[in-house]
């Protein structure tokens, strides 16, 4: 069976990092620079390591290898410094990120070293690893009932116990804190006197937690499609994923009603969503090889479906489903398997979401479609990522609290208005917890603002990374159409799965 969280794990970066399984944890003490050498799969890339404890409590004890990679900035003599960049996840691999592609701007990229880090647990920084049997067990992703509630929560227990023995000590110190101390530590190394970052979906929450700890070793932090750490209980975090869901489809229904040669046209594409949720529900959609596209696929696919958003791949990936049954390109593509599976391991450190029995699951779930969610029903996202967490075998060592951000240098927030994974209540309720934070607001679509064609949102960045000026407050970038809203398929490509 494809782990269903292996959505929310696998394609959790927006690069394949190649994942290699690192020794036990070695008790030595942590270096104090990188040793930089060319990359041998990555040419004009240096690669590096960088030894952090395990426990930054125990700075003696046991300790762990970052994997780095570093993109020298293109006109040296223009140099501003280093910026250290994390494209979310949890599971993104920065530094398998950074050598396939320069992430930023040409602007940014002439005048910054690009550095990118695998976070502790992730890619080639001592991977959580997991047992592949119990990773491919049937159990009820979505249950249905109490019984089936039972079942996940034993088959999340025994996994992670899994993830704890093939993981060693590295397992119970994933948490965002840990890895913000290890960002401090990579930004001494590169010898920067204070830090310069860009973080993506939750490499804000790592940022966050930099500002929190480290207010006055802040040079410039831009975080891209914000998640808000002061949600409360399992029913916000949930009511608020589904929120921004629903109100993307609504935009995509938007679309395809203005769009005379949409895949849908004369359709009403609310419509289309339920009526094959619900084929999907009976076992009636195929793909090609003859693989059932689940309930909980059709909703993750659509859901992916928004990060670009890709409005016209989904029409036609639709109109196929309406015709035939199948889908043979698209948002439907078949999933990678893996058991490096950091996602659990990091999400349920930091977030505390508990759910009573399924009786209260079932609850979120009725009130969600009566009030907030009358097309999708509730957010695949935030189901899972709360569910993920009932069993796990770890307690939450960062849990959700009000932000204390007190740096003197301003913050760089942005956020699209309509971002289905990061919604934009987290930005506007994030950075009205501090006055350090300042949200430039993208009036537009999809997931990570800054890749999204926005000039005006590229140029305010570039230039607050540049000069450490931000643009004034409620500073709000028109919306870019989106490049699949116009045009043929070709070309266009949809994330294999959704990430933070």
């Known amino acids: 069976m494809r782990r269903a969280l292996a959505v929310l794990t696998a394609a959790a970066t927006i690069s394949t990092a190649i994942i290699i399984a ?3 944890a070695q008790a030595a003490g942590p270096r104090s620079a990188i040793d930089w050498q060319p990359c041998p799969d990555a040419p004009g890339v240096e690669c590096g390591t960088l030894t952090v404890p395990v426990d930054w409590s125990r700075p003696g004890g046991p300790t762990i290898d970052l994997a780095l990679a570093r993109r020298k900035a293109a006109v040296p003599a223009e140099r501003i410094g280093s910026i250290v960049v994390n494209p979310g996840g949890p599971g993104g691999a920065g530094a398998g990120l950074v050598k396939q592609t320069q992430f930023l701007s040409d602007d940014v990229a002439r005048r910054f070293d690009i550095v990118g880090f695998d976070p502790r647990g992730v890619g080639q920084s001592s991977p959580i690893l997991c047992d592949r049997a119990i990773s491919e067990e049937q159990f009820p992703v979505e249950p249905q009932n109490q019984a089936e509630f039972e079942q996940m929560v034993d088959h999340n227990r025994r996994y992670g116990e899994s993830c704890r023995a093939l993981s060693g000590p590295v397992f119970d110190f994933v948490d965002s804190v840990s890895v913000a101390r290890d960002i401090d530590a990579i930004r001494a190394a590169v010898g920067d006197s204070k830090l310069t970052y860009y973080g993506v979906s939750y490499g804000t929450l790592m940022g966050q937690m930099y500002a929190e700890l480290f207010p006055d070793r802040v040079r410039a932090l831009v975080l891209d499609s914000n998640m808000d750490h002061s949600l409360p209980t399992a029913f916000h975090f949930m009511r608020t994923e589904t929120v921004g869901f629903e109100e993307s489809y609504e935009e995509f229904a938007k679309w395809n009603e203005r769009t005379p040669d949409s895949p849908l046209a004369g359709q009403d594409a609310r419509a289309v969503y339920r009526e094959l949720l619900a084929r999907a529900e009976r076992g ?6 003859g693989t059932p596209v689940s309930a909980l696929d059709f909703r993750f696919r659509t859901f992916g479906s928004f990060y670009g958003p890709s409005w016209r791949s989904l029409a036609q990936a639709y109109a196929l489903l309406q015709s035939t049954g199948t889908a043979d ?4 593509g078949l999933r990678q398997e ?3 599976d950091p996602f659990q391991a990091v999400f349920c450190q930091d977030w505390r979401l508990p759910l009573r029995n399924y009786y209260e699951l079932a609850a979120y779930r009725a009130v969600l479609q009566r009030t907030v969610a009358p097309t999708v029903e509730s957010s695949p996202l935030g189901e899972l990522a ?14 959700q609290h009000v932000l204390r951000v007190r740096s003197k240098q301003p913050i760089l927030m942005v956020n699209s208005r309509f971002d289905p994974a990061t ?8 950075a009205s917890q501090s006055r350090s934070f300042v949200l430039l607001h993208y009036d537009g679509w999809g997931h990570g603002a800054y890749f999204a064609g926005s000039s005006c949102v590229t140029g305010a960045v570039d230039t607050y990374l540049f000069t450490r000026r931000t643009p004034p407050r409620d500073t709000h970038c028109p919306a870019v159409p989106p490049p699949d809203s116009f045009g043929a398929l070709g070309g266009v490509k949809v994330p294999t799965a959704p990430r933070w």
């Open 22 to 24: 690192t020794g036990p």
């Open 284 to 289: 009636e959609l195929k793909l090609p090889d």
């Open 329 to 332: 390109a698209g948002p439907f």
């Open 338 to 340: 893996t058991v490096a």
């Open 386 to 399: 709360t569910t993920a967490c009932q069993g796990w075998p770890d307690r939450t060592t960062n849990p």
């Open 423 to 430: 919604p934009y209540q987290w930005a506007t309720n994030a």
